[in-house]
């Protein structure tokens, strides 16, 4: 049964790839990859080559057509991306899309992420949380952080080691100074750390530090009002 797989790769320890996900990728007839020389460091670590194709999202638009095609004919695909799990803040979701429309079976394994492991470390409720990504830089970012203050849920952001003070400056103004929250930087990596503290204390810890490697955000929600004794309102 032609089928597109979606299969999750390492975020930084090459330890980090399910047997599911090596068996898959040694399997399939076509892997389409974001940065075929990236993923290709990767398959050559698993003895794997030959059958590396890209699929960014600069060329997804014109090559999805074309990828529907060839799994119509019964070759198998996996999609692969930079690091972690396709569709997640990367290139994926317009190709599932696409091969779900023309009847065609999409599998997505489970695998690596950074969003989860940077939630967990956190000690931050995980039991409802909302994951957003990258904050848009200009347009909507006032509008998206005035929604956010009132969010009661945990917040998962990604963002780069440039824009991460001034993220944590944006969360304190909206959020209020001593809202708590984590700092995941270089998970799986030599060097992994985790941050926590209150936005105050974050801002702190960073400011006039040069900051590196990659950063996952995590951001507690808004605490309930407190109740008054008395009247309970
Ligand atoms: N598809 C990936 C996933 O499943 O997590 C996300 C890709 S997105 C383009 C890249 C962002 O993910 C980075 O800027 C960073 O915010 C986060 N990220 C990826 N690897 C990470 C790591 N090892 N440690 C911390 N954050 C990471």
Known sequence: MPKLYIVPTPIGNLEDITLRAIRILKEVDIILAED???TGILLKHLNISGKLQSHHQFNEH???E???SVISTGQS???VSDAGTPAISDPGYLLIR???KSGIKVECLPGATASVPALVNSGLPADRFIFEGFLPHKKGRKSKLEQLAE???TMIFYESPFRLLKSLEAFAEYFGEERKAAVA??????YEETIRGT????ICHYKDKTIKGEIVIVVEGKKPEARSPKTGV
């Not at 930087?185 to 030599?190: A, D, F, P, T, V």
């Not at 936005?199 to 974050?202: A, D, F, N």
């Open 66 to 68: 074309r990828i529907i």
């Open 77 to 79: 695909i996996a999609l």
């Open 185 to 190: 930087r270089e998970l799986s990596k030599i």
């Open 62 to 64: 014109k090559t999805t």
């Open 98 to 100: 696409e091969c779900l």
């Open 36 to 38: 075929t020389r990236k």
């Open 151 to 153: 969010f009661p849920y």
């Open 199 to 202: 936005l105050s204390e974050l």
